[in-house]
Each structure stands twice: as structure tokens, then as C-alpha cells.
């Protein structure tokens, strides 16, 4: 098992920025790729960013692309989500997900999920 625990989040006014944290434990080692994704009131929770826990390759939805910054501290094992210039669509339950094998985007192919942290932007 792996367990994940999100922090960072907040309210913020438009522009600004935050930074998320996922902190994993248990079974850290089984972990191929981390991936944050969002769900906003009302809608579907979405893709948002992912890394390869070894050769840190990541890969951007478009809304995050040239704003959002997904890093990773093996030692540490926590995955950051360095959000700036931040719209008020950005507002959603951020969530820090790992997947043990082969991934993508789909969050069926992710195996454990954090309890997520509430993002908020006001205009």
C-alpha cells in the first residue's frame, strides 16, 4: 500500500501562487509515475500534470502548460505542484495520485489517491 497526504492548499487572489505538496509513504518503491489532477464543484475530475518517479518525466494538461510546474524529491519522496499566475478556474480539489505500473492520463490507471486539498482563486 501507499498512502499519500496533499498540503499547500489555500485562497488566493488571481495571479498569484501556490505551491502543492504530496507527501507518499508505505510502499514507495512500487511507484512508477505521480500525477496531481483537479475536480472543480459540479464537474469531472481532471488531469492535471504527471511525473516519472525515476527519470522525472513530465507530461501537462493544456490549462496548466507554461504556469504549472510538477517536481519531484525522491529522497524526500514528495511530489510538488508549483502553480503561478492562477485563474479562478483554477479553483478545485487538487489531488496527488500514484500509479505502480503503466500510466497516462487516465485515472483509472492510477492505483492509490490522497484525500486532496481545496484550491481556491479569487478574481
Known amino acids: 500500500q501507499v498512502q499519500l497526504v496533499e498540503s499547500g492548499g489555500g485562497l488566493v487572489q488571481a495571479g498569484g501562487s501556490l505551491r502543492l505538496s504530496c507527501a507518499a509513504s508505505?510502499?514507495?518503491?512500487?511507484?512508477?509515475?505521480m500525477g496531481w489532477f483537479r475536480q472543480a464543484p459540479g464537474k469531472e475530475r481532471e488531469f492535471v500534470a504527471r511525473?516519472?518517479?525515476?527519470?522525472?518525466?513530465?507530461d501537462y494538461a493544456d490549462s496548466g502548460k507554461g504556469r504549472f510546474t510538477i517536481s519531484r524529491d525522491n529522497a524526500k519522496k514528495t511530489v510538488y505542484l508549483q502553480m503561478n499566475s492562477l485563474k479562478p478556474e483554477d479553483t478545485s480539489v487538487y489531488f496527488c495520485?500514484?500509479?505502480?505500473?503503466?500510466?497516462?492520463?487516465?485515472?483509472?490507471?492510477?492505483?492509490?489517491w490522497g484525500q486532496g486539498t481545496q484550491v481556491a482563486v479569487s478574481s
Open positions: 495520485a500514484a500509479a505502480t505500473g503503466f500510466s497516462g492520463r487516465r485515472q483509472a490507471s492510477y492505483d492509490y
Open positions: 508505505g510502499r514507495t518503491f512500487s511507484i512508477d509515475t
Open positions: 511525473i516519472t518517479w525515476s527519470a522525472g518525466i513530465t
